[in-house]
Every structure is written in structure tokens, then in C-alpha cells.
């Protein structure tokens, strides 16, 4: 599978075409658009998302509830662009030179792209580069979530670390709680952070940023159950997994690192206590004793659980702005303000959810290859008993 997302975040409206989709598999919009809300929410978010209220169009690929096999085409509009069709128009207007943005922000995409693409006028990168694109990569891969659903994989996602604020991990978490009751308190969290005193702890951080004019970062926690062994593959260095995971979380506006399993833990660790002991039994065949490899090795999926992690810088956008250099007159000024968050880590947890979301999706699928739900079941059940009898 593939797809294309287009669409500024001011424009009239931001659109997905996906690619590749199997025939005969049922998909609910509304659970598409439960997950689109849920990434507008969270702690420390800006006002526009007291503007924006995402819901999502499907224009093509799905009949009476089910996967056609065509192209699928999303749409979600931009409910503020009523505010900025001048600004934002196909058309020359009048008075375009007076509405150039040329003070590029440090930490965003504006100078570099303007450079680039030699643009005088850095809207034309702050537009397209704005993390407001998040929002139909989301759909996409909340649409594709609902592919993995008849095979018993699930997804889930949780904040473990706000501005030094550090929360439990899902291994440690699971030790003495359900999935239910870790997802229950995790959705009940306005930072979407499974305890209570780190939430309440993680609210004040994000306060006391917003008083200052700051923001603050964090580090975001994806986690996959239920996947077969042997998605990905070790054969090129472009099938691996892991690789492929790590690019995704990357492309999310604002992450600046990822890491799988214990992650950059076991540089300090001797090999004995960072590799997984292998086990078998009649019950379960081959699993391991612990998850210390998060769920890969050798770029292909252990049958444990996935566990990612990804860091998110602090907003850019500073209410309190750092210095910049303005591109015509080349002097010294405070950075423009674009209306921004203080802090948007829970909604990140969402996006990278839905992003590995759609990299789990496309490995399951090349795995077993089949135009249609029936074909594609078919090689699942075989594959499972040639595991079984491994």
C-alpha cells in the first residue's frame, strides 16, 4: 500500500489518497473520527483546536461499509480557512506583498524551505510544513488500524514523559493491570498518562510553561499486540522493520528521536542483560522469556509485544520568541508568532500510534499478499499453522 496527503494548514481542506487496500474489509468512519478527536485533545493545546472540529470525508474506495479495492480518498476540511481565503488564495490578489511572511522562526522548516525553494514569502513552507497535516496522516492510519483488527492486533499509546516528569512504561505498567483498565486510565488522563500523580505532576510542568511563554517536549510510547512472528524481513536493509518504523516516527513534525524495546538503555548494559532468552513449550511454541528487544530482531517482528518510544521537542512557537533575522532587511528581530501549542505531547501519542499504525498495516500486507479479505485470511490461517507445527 501507499499514499499522498495534500494540503496546507490554512487551506481549504487537507486530503489522503491510499493505495493498495484489499477488498472486503469492513471500516467504520466513526471510529476514524473518535481517534481524529482524540488527537485534537489533550493538555496544553492551542486555540485552534477550539476551531477545528475533525471529522472526515470518505469520497471513494468504500461501498456500504467495506473496502472496494479502489483508491480511498480522505478529506477533513479546515473549518478556520473561512478566516484566511485571502491569504491563502489560488488567485493573485492585490495586496500580497503586504501579507509576505519574511521573519523565519528558529526550529521550524521556514528558512531552510525558503531557501531551497527560493520562496520570498516563508508562508508558502510554514503552511505545508505545520504539524496541522498530522491530522489526515492520522486518519489514514486510523483507517488502516481497522485492517489489523480480524487478525487480533492492537494498538495503543500513552505519554511517558513530560518536561522531565517520567511515568511508567507498558512493561511495567502491565505488570499489575489489565489492558482494559491501563487503556481506561490512560483515555481518563488529560496528558493520557496511565498515573495519576505523574498526570497531575505533567499538568503543572505544562502550566508553568504557559506562564512563562515556553513550551515543553516529552517522549510518547506505541505499543503492538498480538502481531505474528516474521512481519519485515532481514534480507535488505529497506525491509527491516525496525527501519521502517524508526523513519515514521521521525517524519512526525517536532520528534527528534526514537527508540525499540529498552532502546538506548543497553549502551550500558553488558549483552546478558539486554538480550531475550529464547523458550518453548506445547502451550505457546517458541516465545521469549522477556521483551528487552521490544518486539524486533533482525528486522522482522518476534511475536512480542512492539514497544516504541519517540521524543518530541518542545513547540517552537514561543508566545516569548526567540531572535531571528528577517530575510529582506537582514536585521535582527523577535521571531513572528503563529498560534501554537504549549505543549501537544499526548496528541503526538496519537499520531505516532497511527503512523506505526500504517507501517504495521503495509508489513502485514506484503507478508500476505492478496487482493481481497477472503485471499488475504486464507494465507494467515496457513502461515499460523506452518508456525504451529515449527
Not at 304 to 333: H, N
Request: charged share 25%; glycine share 10%; net charge neutral.
Amino acid at each position: 500500500m501507499r499514499f499522498l496527503t495534500a494540503g496546507e494548514s490554512h487551506g481549504p481542506q487537507l486530503t489522503a489518497i491510499i493505495e493498495g487496500v484489499p477488498s472486503g474489509f469492513s471500516i467504520s468512519i466513526e471510529e476514524i473520527n473518535d481517534i481524529l478527536k482524540k488527537r485534537q485533545g489533550g493538555y496544553g493545546r492551542g486555540r485552534r483546536m477550539e476551531i477545528e472540529n475533525d471529522q472526515v470525508q470518505i469520497k471513494s474506495g468504500i461501498r456500504f461499509g467495506k473496502t472496494t479495492g479502489a483508491p480511498i480518498t480522505l478529506v477533513i476540511e479546515n473549518k478556520d480557512y473561512s478566516h484566511w481565503k485571502k491569504i491563502m488564495s489560488v488567485d493573485q490578489v492585490d495586496d500580497e506583498s503586504a501579507r509576505r511572511v519574511s521573519k523565519p522562526r528558529p526550529g521550524h522548516a521556514d528558512l531552510n524551505g525558503g531557501l531551497k525553494y527560493n520562496h520570498r514569502d516563508l508562508r508558502n513552507i510554514l503552511e505545508r510544513s505545520s504539524a496541522r497535516e498530522t491530522a489526515i496522516r492520522v486518519a489514514v492510519g486510523a483507517l488502516v488500524k481497522q485492517l489489523l483488527k480480524p487478525y487480533g492486533i492492537i494498538l495503543m499509546s500513552h505519554v511517558v514523559n513530560i518536561g522531565g516528569i517520567q511515568s511508567k512504561t507498558f512493561i511495567q505498567l502491565s505488570v499489575d493491570r489489565s489492558l482494559e483498565q491501563l487503556q481506561k486510565q490512560i483515555e481518563q488522563s488529560e496528558v493520557r498518562c496511565a498515573e495519576e500523580i505523574e498526570s497531575n505532576l505533567m499538568i503543572k510542568k505544562i502550566d508553568e510553561a504557559k506562564e512563562i511563554g515556553d513550551s515543553i517536549g516529552g517522549i510518547v510510547e506505541v505499543v503492538a499486540l498480538g502481531l505474528p512472528i516474521g512481519l519485515g524481513s532481514h534480507v535488505h536493509w529497506d525491509l527491516k522493520l525496525d527501519g521502517k518504523i524508526a523513519q515514521s516516527i521521525l517524519s512526525i513534525q517536532a520528534f527528534k528521536g526514537v527508540e525499540i524495546g529498552m532502546g538506548f538503555k543497553v549502551a550500558n548494559l553488558p549483552g546478558s542483560m539486554v538480550h531475550d532468552e529464547i523458550l518453548w513449550s506445547e502451550e505457546k511454541g517458541f516465545y521469549r522469556s522477556t521483551n528487552r528487544a521490544g518486539g524486533i530482531e533482525g528486522g522482522m517482528t518476534t511475536g512480542e509485544p512492539l514497544i516504541v518510544r519517540g521524543v518530541m521537542k518542545p513547540i517552537p512557537t514561543l508566545y516569548k520568541p526567540l531572535q531571528s533575522v528577517d530575510i529582506d532587511t537582514k536585521e535582527a528581530f523577535a521571531a513572528s508568532i503563529e498560534r501554537s501549542d504549549a505543549c501537544a505531547v499526548p496528541a503526538a501519542s496519537i499520531v505516532a500510534e497511527h503512523v506505526i499504525a500504517w507501517e504495521l498495516a503495509n508489513a502485514f500486507f506484503e507478508k500476505f499478499s492478496g487482493d481481497s479479505y477472503e485471499e488475504i485470511t486464507h494465507q494467515y490461517q496457513i502461515y499460523k499453522e506452518q508456525i504451529r507445527k515449527y
